[in-house]
């Protein structure tokens, strides 16, 4: 990671993914000249799972850690370090099976959540934004 790097408009595609759908898209102004975009995506074969993608696009990598530190604390959970594969800034919780996972990448502050009925790990998506990011950067 580039701690120079800015970068833009990112909201993950998630192309490969044939079960989801995004339903749901928001962009909003946040303090701090930060723009956060969220977006919440169903599974077409399992109504009881839905995923939240919410990306805060900050001005620089230092930015979008304080960022991730900020909505760590704001999270009445105990979240944990992430694995290394999330990158040095990450949190999740639980550890064994995370459903909410926060990370830093480059000015950008992301966290993926598993707010459906039947919570379920996100790490796999995760790794999908991951893959996107270092193909976006």
Known sequence: MDADKRLTGF?????????????????RAADNRR???QVTWECLTDANQRLLVEVTET????????AVDDAVLEKS?????????FGPWSFVYPLAKPCSVNFAWENLAIWVFSCGRKQESVED???????ELRRYS
């Open 125 to 131: 998506w995760v790794d999908r934004i991951l893959d």
């Open 77 to 85: 959970i105990g979240l944990e370090r992430g694995p290394d594969r």
């Open 11 to 27: 909201v993950p595609a998630f192309r490969d993914v044939a079960d989801w759908r995004a339903v749901y898209r928001r962009e």
């Open 35 to 37: 723009v956060v975009r």
């Open 59 to 66: 001005e620089s990598a230092k930015a979008a850690r304080d």
